[in-house]
């Protein structure tokens, strides 16, 4: 039992770690994009709203792109329905909107600053890119933070992409909802404490190594 | 001799209807210290980036020693930006020590750290800065920012140096330390351009700009 929920426990760092990682490889670049243009707003507005997308939608959505009547089946005929490789995928499209959103508002004053900072001292441009990317790191740790948190917490792609296969796709947010369901209340609760405990440590995790990193 | 000559220089912002400079046709020469005044919004911050090869102007050209600097290519581009250099009113410092920022731009132009360090020892030393060389920048005050700002840019010996509001945060002790600094920088044939609003206390201006609602209303030389 107690191999069961640490198995779980480990399996949802694994899949929400690597769904925001995913996620931050195209966040990161639309961010910096956003914040070095001027004519932005109407992107913000878009990228802000979809933030609130219900992630029964999303997962609703991508269950029918990766369902074996789906497109993705049908043409490169890779199975990925209730698998942890799809969870990670529709992780990664739920958090994109809230890491492009905060990474953007961290970044857009700051890159202006540094962009012109590095350009007046004599950087190439791609020292100056380079020089923007090193100072944003903070803000695209904290981003990240956000965006595991986010992604580790819900429960709609988890439950319509993974499935909650013992074993192979339950993660901690599918055990709570299927333990209520049972009636197992007091499991419930502990584990969803242990959800809270592991979010708080990796961020503080993230954010001691970032300040050594820094330092 | 360097030389920036700004050629009916028209600017306007991004989402912006109004333009910051209109029509504006100055020359900035190394060796010469000009003062730029005018109201808060008469465009002085905006004359700056664009003298100083930061900001591409919407209309108009940026001659740098005779020569259209924005139909350039990269390359020679960036020679002709590592003669100026420009500093912020509020300093944009990047993370680390006091050192780590003054040398920064010397690391830029491929100089090993030994002999960076050694380059900005005096310049630091003449702004009371070598002391805290290895202080967190975080820990820095307003005023100290402002010097560790300054000295990176004169550590470059640029052939003009453009500063925008740089005795704003500074006290007596450090405004005198500041302009003792600028005016070394001067007879060494570095062109000094300051944006300000302060008196710059008996300091020998060579010339005023002054600047009203983005056009130059004053062109005046003292000597």
Redesign the interface.
Known sequence: MLDETVATILRSIYVSGAATLLAMVWSVPCSLLLATR??S?VVEAVVESLVGVPTVLIGLLLYLLLSSSGPIYRLLGVRLLYTPQAMVLGQAVLVTPLLISTTYRLLRISVR??W??????????V?AAL?VL??SV?GIVASGIMGFSRAIGELGVALMLGGNIRGYTRVVATAIAMDVAAGEFEEAIVLGGVLVLVVVLVAVCTKLLTRVY?? | MTEVELVDIWFRYPNTAMFSLRGVSVTFRSGEFTVVRGPNGAGKTTLLKVASLIYRPSAGRVLVDGGDYWSLDEGRRLGKRREVVYVHERPVLIRGRVLDNVVYGLRLRGVGEGVAIETCREVMEELQLWELRNVDVRKLSAGQAQLVAVARALVLEPRLLYLDEPLAHLDEERRLLLLQALERARERGTGVVIASHQDLGGLGVDRVVMLSEGKVVRNLYLR
Request: aromatic share 0%; glycine share 14%.
């Open positions: 001027g004519k707003r600053n540094l012109e900072l590095a350009m007046s001292l004599g950087a190439s441009r020292q020089l090193r100072e903070p820094g330092d």
